[in-house]
């Protein structure tokens, strides 16, 4: 016999539809504030395949009685945040809850995540100026928060990691040294305000690398690829703002659109970017070939799902002339939300064998990568 907790969770995960057959299990207050919610927003699955909607039950919150905006601020408190987000994207990018989308208040206080972004960005053509200006915003939050969290991976790989037995005497947060700094001040501790007062903060100098390399970002924008755009993006802005690193970005599907000048600036570049239609990389390859200026000293990093839409001749072969004229070539396959690779498997192995290195690496992995191959 389960147990009433897993009753409990079989409950809340089926929803109306096993109220009778679960009755027995014994829901709190808070149960059924959870149950409204996930009704509320998963109950229009079972109206959409034509099944009747639910009126009433214990403190019912049907659509006629509750606003979106209301669901989402009650959601927020109800729900870990892991799962608010989920429920949040959803909700816009499968539910399409046109409350959400109708006022710039409401969308701005949305948590902005590479999720939202990602719905976000797939329904800007349909949204009033107004709110367009509200969505760039949130893609810029988004943008930052991931930059954020990837910066400091890529500086250290590209650019050099602290050497802790040198001092430096230029004053850059990334190099701060907080473990010397407090040594070298212990004797101007304040013992009255118990505080440490700074007179002599210490820095680290970096390991330096001679990187005159170009590199080369061609990347699928076909309908597949969208958090690979969104991060491929944040990439190549953070490589921009980097010393010695010229970065050249490519877009593709069918067409293709060289967006070099837009690379240090992301957000203009995801909302520049129009994800659908077919996939041509042979097009995109030979487009970035003509870049190459200096073979030996340029990365080309092919960032797609490998699903060629055309014939693979052109593909293979503009591979093969710039592994002969020793480019560094880099295949980076496709990752899905939950960091899966999703790519033509096949594909991926004839453009190894055709002097393409292939992996499915998460941004953090890439930088480091990058890195190997630069050295």
């Known amino acids: 016999m389960p147990s009433e907790e897993t009753l409990r969770r079989w409950r809340l995960i089926l929803g109306r539809y096993a109220a009778q057959p679960l009755a027995q299990t014994r829901f709190s207050a808070g149960d059924w504030k959870l149950d409204q919610a996930l009704e509320y927003l998963y109950g229009r699955e079972y109206e959409g395949r034509g099944l009747a909607g639910r009126s009433g039950g214990p403190g019912s919150l049907d659509p006629s009685q509750l606003r979106a905006v209301d669901w989402l601020n009650r959601s927020r408190k109800l729900f870990p945040q892991e799962v608010f987000e989920r429920m949040q994207t959803q909700a816009i990018d499968r539910y399409q809850l046109t409350d959400l989308l109708s006022d710039p208040a409401v969308l701005r206080s949305l948590d902005a995540t590479p999720g939202l972004a990602k719905a976000l960005l797939g329904m800007r053509g ?23 969290k990837l910066r400091n991976d890529f500086v250290n790989a590209l650019v050099g990691r602290r050497n802790r037995m040198r001092r430096s005497h230029i004053k850059s947060a990334q190099n701060f040294d907080a473990r010397a700094t407090i040594a070298a001040n212990l004797k101007h501790y304040d013992l009255d305000r118990k505080q440490l007062v700074i007179e002599q903060p210490r820095f680290n100098a970096r390991v330096k690398r001679n990187l005159p390399w170009d590199v080369v970002l061609c990347v ?31 877009v593709f599907d069918t067409a293709v659109v060289d967006l070099t000048h837009l ?39 092919l960032i797609s799902d490998f699903m060629e839409g055309a014939a693979p001749g052109p593909l293979l072969a503009a591979v093969q002339r710039m592994a002969q004229a020793r480019v560094k070539l880099l295949g980076l396959a496709a990752l899905d939300e939950s960091a899966n690779p999703v790519y033509d498997r096949q594909m991926a192995q004839r453009l190894a064998g055709h002097g393409m290195h292939v992996a499915a690496l998460t941004p953090t992995h890439f930088a480091h990568w990058l890195a190997e191959v630069m050295n």
């Open 220 to 250: 699928d924008q076909s309908g597949s690829m969208m958090d690979s755009v969104i991060y491929s993006a944040v990439i190549a802005g953070i490589m921009s703002s980097l010393p010695a690193v010229r970065v050249k970005l490519v």
């Open 263 to 301: 690379a240090h600036d992301p957000v203009e570049v995801l909302l520049t970017v129009q994800l659908g239609g077919g996939t041509d990389i042979g097009r995109a390859v030979a487009y970035c070939e003509s870049l190459v200026g200096n073979p030996k000293r340029t990365v080309f990093a």
């Open 126 to 148: 349909r949204l009033s100026g107004q709110m367009r200006d509200a969505v760039r915003e949130v893609i810029q939050k988004t943008v930052d928060e991931i930059t954020r």
